[in-house]
């Protein structure tokens, strides 16, 4: 029974030299997998007698090494950055041997980043210039036509201490869009959006001849034309010609004088009292008039021709200065399309960018036309004007007499129309 007993612990001592030379044995098997390695890793050569107890180690403080393989009295292994130290301490308390071959990954792009100071120095200084300028105001884009209420809104803005270069997180919108709409004139709301270095100020206009309402001075509707009155449509003031009426142009159709009487009898006599108020008149006084309108087109006629040659020129913005980026200036004429494209970095919107010129070129020509080019000519100018100042107006009738003379054509068109026949003019009140 004593032998059996001792020939099983012999059996298993033997099992387990074997587990332990397997372990050690030359290999490409990896201890716990592959893993990810934030920081990158380095790879070690370690020697010594006897890695028994490195085994015993590394498995007992769970180091994560990978492609680890003993050969011809050489332990290889691969470590994360972040554990070199530990390893390193490990093989100093054995006695044994280590040398790091090759490093790998994050860790040495870090290493030889903060190695070279001008670089660290000019990244840092690029990425705060890029964070300051995206926050300051660099253009102001403001979406109205009216020259007017572009300058009100930029003069404001000025009050208001909101220039370029202005800290835009340092902008109160909420009091800034007040002052707005109390201080432009032709505005009835305004709204400040931010887009990168952008504030867009959207406006509201008023309807209407707002600026002129807004005094108090009384007004006539007097007749701008030569015409008949068809049709009447009073809102305010007092009708002085009716319906039916001839009116030469310069003649008070709606009084914003108003005379009012009232008549009482008193000890069998009549006393007439008059009280006068003023208004601003307010009505569509239609009617039907004549207009006459000369056309003319020379023989001679000067033409713009484009030659069909192009080019692209290109300017490096700043701000609102334009940088050229080429030697010679086109000489000519030419027509010109242009468009920006502003620079970005890290997505963020830079204040400058590289604005491009597309170029046409055209000349100018001597044509000798013919009387009858001449003339599709002159009637061409005839419907221009029509589209251009009679679309609001009804054209009753339209007389056209030709005229060619030796150096062109002339068209003398008689348009009857109906429409509006009056505007309206303030006046003064006697005191």
Known sequence: MGQRTNNVKFLLRQRGDKRKNRVGQACVKKY??????IFGYIDYVITGDSFTKFFRRIMSKKLPVSKMCEKNGKLTLRMPAEHCKALERLCNELGLEYTATKRHGSFVLAK??????GLVIGTAAVMLSCFYLS???VRFDILSDDENIRKGVMSVLKEEGVETGTYIPSIDLIVTERALKQKVE???WAG?????DTLIIDVIET???TKRESNRYPSNLVACENGVIEKVEVYDGQLKIPVGSGVTKGDIVVGGEI????????????NVETKTSYARSKGKILGTFERTVTFTQPFEDKAEKTTGKRDTKRFFTVFDADIPLFFSKPEGYWKNEQRYSPLSLFGLEMPFGITTCELEEYKFSQDTLTEQQALDAVHEKAYLY?????SDYEIKDRQVEDNVTENGVTATVTYTLYGELCREVEFFIKK
């Open 186 to 188: 032709g505005i009835s």
């Open 259 to 270: 005379i009012t009487s009232k008549s009482s009898w008193i000890d069998g006599k009549e």
């Open 32 to 37: 716990q997998g592959e893993r990810i390695m």
């Open 207 to 209: 309807e209407g001849d």
């Open 192 to 196: 400040i959006t931010r887009k990168g």
């Open 112 to 117: 030889r980043f903060f190695g070279r100071g």
């Open 135 to 137: 926050n300051v105001v």
């Open 386 to 390: 029509e589209e251009n100042f009679l």
